[in-house]
């Protein structure tokens, strides 16, 4: 199974979350190339993350996964980061 686990300084309603656990298990689920039901995501919000000097804006992911396939890793945290630019305004 793979985990991501996304935590963020910002609100999100109940509505806005599952849709960002949903969005986010399926660009995973595509890029690691493993069928969605074998992919886990929790969200964390209201975090305290303070980085690059400033308590702004924030996201953290952590990625756990066997078998990644190579290349992923780029274009998984691009695919995310974008994503999550767009979802939660970083």
């Known amino acids: 199974m793979s985990y991501l686990n996304i935590r963020t300084n910002q609100s999100l ?5 599952e849709n960002l656990l949903a969005e986010a298990s399926q660009i995973c689920a595509e890029t ?3 069928p969605e039901d074998f992919m886990m995501v ?3 919000v ?3 993350i303070f980085t690059g000097g400033s308590s ?3 996201a953290f992911l952590d990625l756990r996964s066997i078998g990644f396939p ?3 890793q780029r274009v998984l945290s ?3 980061c974008h994503f999550l630019k ?3 305004k970083l």
């Open 78 to 80: 691009s695919k995310l």
């Open 13 to 17: 309603d109940f509505q806005q979350s």
């Open 56 to 58: 702004e804006s924030a």
């Open 70 to 72: 190579e290349g992923a």
């Open 32 to 34: 690691l190339g493993k």
């Open 42 to 44: 929790s969200l964390e």
């Open 46 to 48: 209201l975090q305290s």
């Open 86 to 88: 767009e979802k939660i």
